[in-house]
T-cell receptor, first 115, second 109 residues
């Protein structure tokens, strides 16, 4: 009963390093998304995808890349990490037609620190 | 101005009290409305959807006023286990979820 799985749970990077946060879901959800959560800012949408091969930008996309080659996976790439990207990152998914029911299924989060 | 505004709290209430949270949203094109609950250092989880007709789930009642662009959550007979942060969420375009910063509730024994 995995649901949405994020790895790694914790990561420390140096400024300028690159890394990929992994997100996988086993519920056959077509919609997947990435958020970052910062104190006083709430969760902010970074990128989302409505199906394999389709991605779009959210509220704060700069500094992040995504791709969606399979229904199950939606990795988030930081190409050159900056201290401003220190945050808690959440991946979330839902079935495609569930816009009105609203239930996003979240992973447990990935805590990233950029020094 | 944030698109979804909430009083951050904290609201400290005794067990058994009734507490109400409010949320306002600025975009009249917002389509769907929800309350999520987030425990400390955990992921958010859906508490309930919010409709203009109002809806109730046990001790929780949610209400939407589209004319005033205002959403509310009422918790009756508060339990210690209700201590959490409550997130107001609206959607646009079916795919963009806009979260408020959350209202922190602490229920005291």
């Amino acid at each position: 009963n995995a649901g949405v799985t994020q790895t790694p749970k914790f990561q420390v990077l140096k400024t300028g390093q690159s890394m990929t946060l992994q997100c996988a879901q086993d519920m056959n959800h077509e919609y997947m998304s990435w958020y970052r959560q910062d104190p006083g800012m709430g969760l902010r949408l970074i990128h989302y995808s409505v199906g394999a091969g389709i991605t779009d930008q959210g509220e704060v996309p700069n500094g992040y890349n995504v791709s969606r080659s399979t229904t199950e996976d939606f990795p988030l790439r930081l190409l050159s990490a900056a201290p401003s990207q220190t945050s808690v990152y959440f991946c979330a998914s839902r079935p495609r037609g569930a816009a009105n029911t609203g239930e996003l299924f979240f992973g447990e989060g990935s805590r990233l620190t950029v020094l | 101005r944030k698109e979804v505004e909430q009083d951050p709290g904290p609201f400290n209430v005794p067990e058994g009290a009734t507490v109400a949270f409010n949320c306002t949203y600025s975009n009249s094109a917002s389509q769907s409305f929800f309350w999520y609950r987030q425990d400390c250092r955990k992921e958010p989880k859906l508490l309930m959807s919010v409709y203009s007709s109002g809806n109730e789930d046990g001790r929780f009642t949610a209400q939407l006023n589209r004319a005033s662009q205002y959403i509310s959550l009422l918790i009756r007979d508060s339990k210690l286990s209700d201590s959490a942060t409550y997130l107001c969420v609206v959607t646009r375009g079916g795919y963009k979820y806009i979260f408020g910063t959350g209202t922190r509730l602490k229920v005291l024994a």
